[in-house]
């Protein structure tokens, strides 16, 4: 069954915007009568059949709805500073997504080589990685901060860095994080984060950790950091 976001849905019918009806209509052919479902970003899974076919505004009636559609019962929070390579950090978008997000900061550091972000198609990847994993809420993408800003900034929840500096007591992220608690984790540009920033980090409670013992690209960490999360909620 396809499969539209459509934010702000209220009682028992909804008119999907000009690009999804089209979509619906033209591209899918689908007609008067279809069964789909719509998830709204916020958290409700809605089960609708097609009234009004309408290419410029698709009318839908809603059949069915499920509340807090997959509600994992914590909140993951990555905060990533941008790389060079901006495909690539679209796949980090675009995976840490599927796999379950929540907030999505991008950090500016030291050795941070881009800073542009692409906010639109940033927005667009999301919307589809929600609608391909079935997901009803949708992430939060930030706009960019500085590592100072961001670490000042008091984070609810468990709070760890992820650094190649094999000089800290690094631990495995199953050693400090708890199951079932809202998640924090800072992954560095291909730099990695300088000595000042990781001291900064310490000092405001953040925790050192490492991935493994490959070292990975920065895009690579954000998705290993956040599979780590969720395959320990599972």
Same mark, same amino acid.
């Given at each position: 069954?396809?499969?539209?976001?459509?934010?702000?849905?209220?009682?028992?019918?909804?008119?999907?915007?000009?690009?999804?009806?089209?979509?619906? +209509?033209?591209?899918?052919?689908?007609?008067?009568?279809?069964?789909?479902?719509?998830?709204?970003? +916020?958290?409700?899974? /809605?089960?609708?059949?097609?009234?009004?076919?309408?290419?410029?505004?698709?009318?839908?009636? +809603?059949?069915?709805?499920?509340?807090?559609?997959?509600?994992?019962? /914590?909140?993951?929070?990555?905060?990533?500073?941008?790389?060079?390579?901006?495909?690539?950090?679209?796949?980090?978008?675009?995976?840490?997504?599927?796999?379950?997000?929540?907030?999505?900061?991008?950090?500016?550091?030291?050795?941070?080589?881009?800073?542009?972000?692409?906010?639109?198609?940033?927005?667009?990847?999301?919307?589809?990685?929600? #609608?391909?994993?079935?997901?009803?809420?949708?992430?939060?993408?930030?706009?960019?901060?500085?590592? !100072?800003?961001? %670490?000042?900034?008091?984070?609810?929840?468990? #709070?760890?860095?992820? !650094?190649?500096? &094999?000089?800290?007591?690094?631990?495995?992220?199953?050693?400090?994080?708890?199951?079932?608690?809202?998640?924090?984790?800072? %992954?560095? &540009?291909?730099?990695?984060?300088?000595?000042?920033?990781?001291?900064?980090?310490?000092?405001?409670? /953040?925790? &050192?950790?490492?991935?493994?013992?490959?070292?990975?690209?920065?895009?690579?960490?954000?998705?290993?950091?956040?599979?780590?999360?969720?395959?320990?909620?599972?």
């Amino acid at each position: 069954m396809h499969i539209f976001y459509v934010p702000g849905i209220k009682g028992s019918t909804c008119l999907m915007d000009e690009n999804n009806s089209r979509h619906s +209509i033209r591209v899918l052919r689908m007609t008067k009568g279809d069964r789909l479902k719509l998830v709204d970003g +916020i958290g409700n899974l /809605y089960e609708g059949i097609i009234s009004d076919p309408d290419p410029s505004g698709c009318r839908v009636t +809603i059949t069915g709805v499920i509340r807090d559609f997959e509600n994992r019962g /914590y909140r993951m929070h990555i905060a990533i500073s941008p790389i060079k390579n901006q495909e690539r950090f679209e796949w980090f978008i675009e995976k840490s997504v599927e796999i379950g997000v929540d907030e999505i900061t991008p950090v500016i550091c030291r050795n941070t080589e881009k800073t542009g972000i692409k906010r639109d198609r940033i927005n667009n990847i999301i919307i589809s990685a929600m #609608k391909q994993s079935l997901k009803a809420f949708m992430p939060s993408f930030n706009e960019p901060v500085t590592f !100072s800003e961001f %670490i000042d900034t008091d984070h609810k929840g468990i #709070k760890m860095i992820a !650094s190649c500096n &094999p000089h800290n007591d690094r631990k495995k992220i199953d050693e400090v994080y708890e199951k079932n608690s809202d998640a924090i984790v800072l %992954i560095g &540009p291909e730099g990695d984060f300088t000595g000042e920033e990781l001291n900064h980090a310490f000092i405001n409670g /953040y925790r &050192p950790v490492h991935l493994g013992t490959s070292r990975l690209r920065t895009e690579t960490a954000g998705i290993a950091a956040c599979y780590s999360v969720y395959f320990i909620n599972q």
